[in-house]
């Protein structure tokens, strides 16, 4: 664990060095620091589009997998029918096989439907993988409240979206925001299927690090080192939030907490 921290801790110094470095060639320390190619980062790649781009993707794909996902997952967890276990299964396939084997047959149908390249397009070939995984983590946190609950909503009137949001969605909060936030980090860092179907007006920031990177034409490390390090603050942020808000070896207690009190 040693090892690998310190690896890590290495890799990321010397990024994060060489994106504030005038020089660094052959000494252990640069001949000055500047934040310049930070400016220089944000205006040759248009960070100020592509993280736009990046905030409008996130926040649709995380919208669209929890309206979907968590009455699918109701109806997963309180229904018993022919085929539940194979519909479960298919909605593993997304997570379990690699994104890159579907993705090409995807990204091939939605440039022969026009979809390729747009806004819509980008964000529906996120929600693939977030829906399913939207799905596996709201059904345990459904099945372990109290049905009980739900039949007392309706002994007293309460018609289904009245019982859902007053009822049920207070106590699904912990599960909500866990895959809410879980998805968002997830489609922040999903590279190939946001890459197969991106367009040069709609890629997210991990798309345009890579295209800084291996694309045509000369560019300061520095100034994609910077780049870089935008990316990995902007991940981390959300990654501490994620880490602050949600506890993965409490979130099961809370939900089981909530019928006893009630």
């Known amino acids: 664990m040693t090892f690998f921290l310190v690896n890590v801790g290495l890799m990321i110094a010397s990024v994060s060095t060489n994106s504030i470095a005038r020089r660094w060639f052959g000494t252990w320390l640069p001949d000055g620091f500047t934040f ?30 929890l309206v979907i996902g968590v009455p699918a997952a109701y109806a997963l967890a309180r229904r018993d029918f022919r085929g539940k276990r194979l519909l479960t299964m298919l909605f593993l396939l997304p997570l379990m096989v690699p994104p890159i084997t ?7 149908l939605m440039y022969q439907l026009h979809l390729a390249g747009t806004l819509f397009g980008v964000v529906l070939a996120n929600l693939l993988p977030a829906l399913p995984f939207v799905i596996l983590v709201m059904t345990p ?6 049905p ?31 895959a809410s936030l879980l998805v968002l980090v997830r489609t922040i860092a999903m ?10 007006d709609t890629q997210t920031l991990v798309v345009a690090l890579y295209y800084a990177v291996f694309a045509a034409g000369v560019r300061a490390p520095q100034s994609i080192d910077a780049m870089a390090m935008v990316y990995m ?7 501490l939030i994620a880490m602050r808000f949600v506890s993965p070896t409490q979130l099961v207690s809370r939900v089981r907490e909530h019928p006893q009190s009630a």
Do not use: C
């Open 36 to 65: 310049e190619w930070y400016a220089a980062a944000w205006k040759e790649f248009q960070l100020g589009d592509v993280l736009l781009v990046t905030v409008e993707v996130v926040l649709a794909v995380v919208v669209l997998a």
């Open 191 to 200: 590279f190939e299927l946001t890459f197969m179907t991106a367009g040069s």
């Open 148 to 178: 009980n609950l739900e039949s007392a909503a309706r002994v007293f009137g309460a018609p289904t979206w009245k019982m859902f949001r007053h009822v049920l969605v207070p106590l699904l909060a912990p599960g909500i925001l866990a």
């Open 141 to 146: 946190f459904i099945e372990q409240i109290d």
């Open 233 to 239: 603050t902007v991940t981390l942020i959300f990654l």
């Open 102 to 108: 579907y993705g090409i047959p995807l990204a091939t």
